[in-house]
């Protein structure tokens, strides 16, 4: 599998219901924050790479703290709205 199988299949996933959380499900806001979250978590997991089936990308997880850190205090603030 390429490295980025996981992220093929996210894009393949059912959109009905997406999370079976109904405050996600039934707001297009939120989904697409939901989406680049996922997007941005799933992108740091590598299949058949570094000698390993499924390789987690610590450092690029470790770079992009602050951005997921933003994506999540959205995602909260909107869901509380």
């Not at 992220?7 to 939120?30: E, F, H, K, M, Y």
């Amino acid at each position: 599998m390429p490295p980025h199988a996981v992220q093929d299949c996210l894009r393949n996933r059912p959109q009905s219901p997406r999370t079976g959380i109904p405050v996600v499900d039934n707001d297009v806001a939120l989904q697409v924050l939901d989406d680049q979250i996922c997007e941005l978590y799933s992108s740091y997991y590598e299949l058949d790479s570094h000698d390993q089936a499924c390789w987690f990308n610590e450092e690029q997880e470790k770079a992009d703290k602050s951005l997921m850190l933003e994506l999540l205090g959205k995602l909260n603030a909107a869901s509380r709205s």
